[in-house]
Structures are given as C-alpha cells and as structure tokens.
C-alpha cells in the first residue's frame, strides 16, 4: 500500500523559513517523480513543484510564485522528499500535499498546515 | 486566478447523470492529453479519478467517464450516488513545464 506522510508544518512569521517532509513507503520512491501540491483555506489546489527521478535527470520544476523562494530535493536512500521554503508571504499559508507523479497525481499524503503570520 | 475555468458547482439527483466542464486554452487542455480530475471530500486529501483524459484508475467505478473536445475537457458522473457529493478539480499539463488546476466545482446530490 503506498503511503505518504508529510512533517514539519507549523507557523511562521513572514520572511521565515520552513522545510517540509514527505516520507514514503510502499512504491519503488526512486522510480518516481514527485509533487507538491497546496490548498490555501477555503481555495483550491495549486501545483507548488515537481521533481523528477534521479533517471530523468533529477531536475526540479516550480510554480511561478513560489520560483525562487522554494526548493525540492529528494533522498532516495531514505525514500524522503523535501520541500524547502524560505522568504515565506502570508500568501503562502495553505495544506501542503505530497503526492507521486506529475501530470497524474495517483497517491497523496494526508498534507501539512503552514500558517504564515505575524 | 486559475488557469482552468470550472464552474463553481452544479448537482443533481441521485441516480442522474451530471457533467462538470473544466476549459482551458490549445496551450494547456487543447495541446496535451494529460488532463486529470481529483475528487475531494471535505477535510480529506485529493482523491485521482480520471487521468490522462479519459483513463480510470484501478478502483474508481465506472459511473466516473472523462472526455475532452478542443480546449475544454468534461467530467461525468453516472447514476448519482450520496457519496460522490463532493469538490471535482481538473488539471492539465501546460508546458514548459507547468501544470494548472481547474478553481474546483463542488458537487451536490440533491
């Protein structure tokens, strides 16, 4: 069964930094691009970021507005995803959701409240 | 501002068929077929319903089809049951490697 835990959620000041994580168990996690998706309260979904496997080079892509501010790294020894966030807005306040695959999401982890406020 | 325009919501009695349409542009919708939809239930994460169109995944019921025509792709829901009472977001890939999402449509069985 895959499952997808994400970590590290919390409250932040605006301009801090917070790093979120994605432990991952039942899938070949090196095999897979990885995503990262959020939902701000009462908003929709928005794709924050994908990483591809280390196969396909590895490379990390971003939404424009996090792109800059945001980083996606992959531990593959330790089936861990990583999302790096720093220069945080208010806007940024939102469940984050790890997810496997890009284009089509298939499994999602139960996601991760970050609260941006002074 | 989403990339992909879906209504805000739309319903329909149990047992009835409903189709939630999600538009977008040829370079997104129109250029690709990797339109997915994901099912929400209030407090709960996304759930893959239909991916690369019209493909299901193991374990989705067949009441769930997904089309496309130009830039607009549709969602349908067959035979209406309680359960599917919930928000439907579409996505599509967008190139240059970006994805968008649909602003979401919150089903009702009336």
């Known amino acids: 069964e895959v499952q997808l835990v994400e970590s590290g959620g919390g409250l932040v000041k605006p301009g801090g930094s917070l790093r979120l994580s994605c432990a991952a168990s039942?899938?070949?996690?090196?095999?897979?691009?990885m995503s990262w998706v959020r939902q701000a309260p009462g908003k929709g979904l928005e794709w924050v970021g994908r990483i591809k496997n280390k196969a396909d080079g590895g490379t990390a892509d971003y939404a424009a507005p996090v792109k800059g501010r945001f980083t996606l790294s992959r531990d593959d020894s330790k089936n861990m995803l990583s999302l790096q966030m720093d220069s945080l807005r208010t806007e940024d306040t939102a469940v984050y959701y790890c997810?496997?695959?890009?284009?089509?999401?298939?499994?999602w982890g139960q996601g991760a409240l970050v609260t941006v406020s002074s | 501002q989403s990339a992909l325009t879906q209504p805000p919501s739309a319903s329909g009695s149990p047992g009835q068929s409903v189709t939630i349409s999600c538009t977008g542009t040829s370079s997104d919708i129109g250029g690709y077929n990797y339109v997915s939809w994901y099912q929400q239930h209030p407090g709960k994460a996304p759930k893959l319903m239909i991916y690369?169109?019209?493909k299901r995944p193991s374990g989705v019921p067949d009441r769930f089809s997904g089309s496309k025509s130009g830039n607009t792709a549709s969602l349908t829901v067959s035979g209406l049951q309680a359960e599917d009472e919930a928000d439907y977001y579409c996505s599509s890939y967008a190139g240059s490697n970006n994805l968008g999402f649909g602003g979401g449509t919150k089903l009702t069985v009336l």
């Open positions: 997810a496997t695959g890009w284009a089509t999401m298939s499994n």
């Open positions: 690369e169109v019209s």
């Open positions: 039942g899938f070949t996690f090196t095999n897979a691009w």
